[in-house]
Every structure is written in structure tokens, then in C-alpha cells.
């Protein structure tokens, strides 16, 4: 494990994110590298998800993963393990990643050498939301035994998310969650977002999730 | 449900927020007002253990309770129709509480009247445990589903925590998570904090952590 590459990236000093997001998608643009941005609490299940996709998609495609966390490489360690490019980033404490510190990430990745960079940001629902990272995409979990309301209590991050994967469905008989009230609370945020119901464990939803990334890859790299 | 009182509280000018934070401990304590601030992941079950713990310590102190929330008022409504004292606080996008945002809360909620306050943080695991919000204990919680490698991921809400809930105990033969592993990380990051494995839906462990609260209340208002 001690071939993990682990980087620190560094907040920039400059005030324009915005720029800074749009830089970014321009050269991943030139490069033919299509960037999602994966965000959710944390032990939603997005490591788990990336698995499963990542069996989906290596065949196809070429994937790399940046694992964003406060501290520890186990993400990335799991990742490795599995066979993906994969590079931690830590974010000195910080609660997101902004584009310029997600540049810093593709740069020590080397961006140009995928079709697909899969950035799992720190397992958070509100700030993250907040900053654009120069995603092209962007795609949310919401685990069952997290409940249906949280649509309600974190709008942004719903309003800025094209995909919304439903995670641990094989566990809903365990919990109180309303499947019909998460469409709802999710399609008041943002009523054009996708919603798919799925389990990363028994790999339930997987595939659509995996044609839908895709699907939006070609589009990206095609235009 | 409309006689939730809602507070939009506001970020202070002031850039000091341990001194706000120990200029509050000193008014709760000429109060006595024992404030606990209870911090976790979005859905890991704050407000259904905070009404197991009001069933418990209702009948023996005077409790209020601060729900804050980026949006909605489904939290304050649960604990009102069960009878809580209860607020609902607004931070205005925030994804943390400040010293003084929670003094406006106190002030709005009449914080004199009460034993205890419990503040029920926004649902995030980074940003809440870096501002000193003027508590006199901090307690996290961390749900089964949520995996036991968290307290790797997020060393300083470990940190700045006595007590950490393990929740959700009722659905462990459903996830793979490992309840002594969960232990040794959680005492890699602070040796002292007690840790009580419970579940506020089938309240096992509730008693034990009404305990702890009623110690720490005592403790407060004799010193």
C-alpha cells in the first residue's frame, strides 16, 4: 500500500473560482477528459459505487479516480487495490475542494491520459455543493438509512447535481424511508435531476448508473 | 405546525469566536445552563435519540431544544408535536454554527429558563467541529450504516467530542461494520471519549447516555 500517491493541495490565493472552473473545463475540454464530480455524506457508499462502476467502465473507457479527503488514504488504498488509477487528495483540513485545488489533483493524475476522471470529494453536503470544481458533471448519493428528507435540508446540493443515485436499497426494509418522498423533496430541488434507485453492494442500478456516465462522457468528448 | 419559531440567525463581524465562545459558556454558567452541542453526518439519527433522551430527562430537568438547519423546519416540528421546547434556527446556507450565531438562538429560545439546551448542529462531519460554539460538551454520532472508518476521515470531530453514540445497533447484521475497529479509532483520535453503542429506534443505550447528560448537567450547575 505504500505506492499510494498522496498529494496536499493548497486553496488558491486568488478569489475568482468561478474562472478558475470554467479554465478548467476548457483544457479538460482540449485534453478529451471528462470530469465528474462525486459528492455525498460521508459513508453514503461512494467508494463502494465507484467499485462497482469502476468494473464497468475500466473495460471501456480509461478511468482515473481522486480520492479527496481530511486525512487517512483508505479510499484510495481500496481503489488501488482494485486495479484503478487512483490518487488521494488531501485537503489540509478544508470541508470541499475548489477548481484550482482539483486542478492541482488532475495535474498530479494526469488528466490527459483518461476519458474519465472520477473525483469523490470529502464526504459532505453543504459545502461542497457551494464550489464549482470544473466538473462538467455532477452526481449526488442519497443512502437509505440517510432518510428521505434530506432534499429539504440541503437544497444546493440537490439544484447543482444532474444524477441522484438512491444507494442501499437492499436494505429499505430495515428503515423508514419514503421512496415516492425522496422523488418528490429531489424533483423540488431540481426538477429535471435524474434519480436512480440503486445498491453499490449487491450491484442493483449499477449498470444505468454506469450507461448514464457513458452516455455523458461520448456527449463531452464528441462536441 | 405553525407556531415553530424559525431564526434566521447571521454570521458575526466580529473575527474572535473562542472569546464569543467563552463569554457564552460564562453567561450559561451565571444562567445555569448546561448547553450541549450534538454533532454528526446528515441522517445519522440526532433528532429521533434526541426524542428518546427528552422522553428520559423531561420529567427530571427543564429542557430546550435548537435545531439548525441550512433549510425547513421538519426537525423543530418532530420535536415540537412530542412536546420539546424547541426552535428552529436558519443559518442563512452556513454548514457550521459560530459562538454568536448560537448566542442568537439562546437569546431567541430564553436559555435562562432552562437546565438544559441541547443545539442540534448542522448534519456535517468537517465544519461544525472547528467553531467553538460556546457549549460545555460536545457529543457526535455516528450511524452503523456509516461505515467504522470515519473517525480516520474526520480526526477532529473525534477531537473536540467526549462522547461519541455509535447509532443504529438494531440493523448490525445488515452492514459490515466493525465494532471494535470503530473503538480503536475513535480512541486513536481521543483516548478519553466514552463511547456508548446504541439505538434511539429501539432506544437500547439511550438510558446510559440520558445518564451521561444528567452527570454533566449536575456537575455544571453545582460548580
Chains 1, 2 share one sequence.
Not at 28 to 36: I, M, Q, R
Amino acid at each position: 500500500m505504500s505506492d499510494i500517491r498522496i498529494i496536499e493541495v493548497k486553496q488558491s490565493v486568488f478569489e475568482d473560482n468561478g474562472k478558475d472552473a470554467d479554465r478548467l473545463r476548457a483544457r479538460l475540454k482540449g485534453e478529451g477528459t471528462f470530469l465528474l464530480n462525486l459528492m455525498s455524506s460521508p459513508g453514503s457508499g461512494k467508494t463502494t459505487l465507484l467499485l462497482a462502476l469502476a468494473k464497468r467502465l475500466c473495460g471501456k473507457i480509461k478511468v482515473g479516480v481522486m480520492e479527496a479527503d481530511i486525512d487517512s488514504a483508505v479510499d484510495a488504498e481500496t481503489m488501488t487495490a482494485a486495479g484503478v488509477d487512483t490518487i488521494q487528495i488531501h485537503t489540509g483540513g478544508m470541508c470541499h475542494l475548489d477548481a484550482d485545488m482539483t486542478r492541482q489533483g488532475l495535474d498530479t493524475l494526469g488528466s490527459e491520459r483518461y476519458d474519465l476522471v472520477i473525483l469523490e470529494n470529502v464526504g459532505n453536503l453543504v459545502c461542497p455543493a457551494e464550489f464549482d470544481t470544473g466538473s462538467v458533471k455532477n452526481m449526488t448519493i442519497l443512502s437509505v438509512p440517510e432518510g428521505h428528507d434530506k432534499p429539504l435540508k440541503y437544497p444546493l446540493m440537490y439544484e447543482t447535481c444532474q444524477l441522484l443515485v438512491v444507494n442501499k436499497v437492499d436494505v429499505l426494509p430495515y428503515f423508514d424511508f419514503d421512496c415516492d418522498k425522496v422523488v418528490e423533496y429531489a424533483r423540488m430541488r431540481n426538477p429535471d435531476i435524474r434519480i436512480v434507485f440503486a445498491s453499490a453492494k449487491t450491484e442493483e442500478g449499477v449498470d444505468e448508473v454506469a450507461e448514464w456516465i457513458l452516455e455523458s462522457v461520448k456527449e463531452w468528448t464528441k462536441g
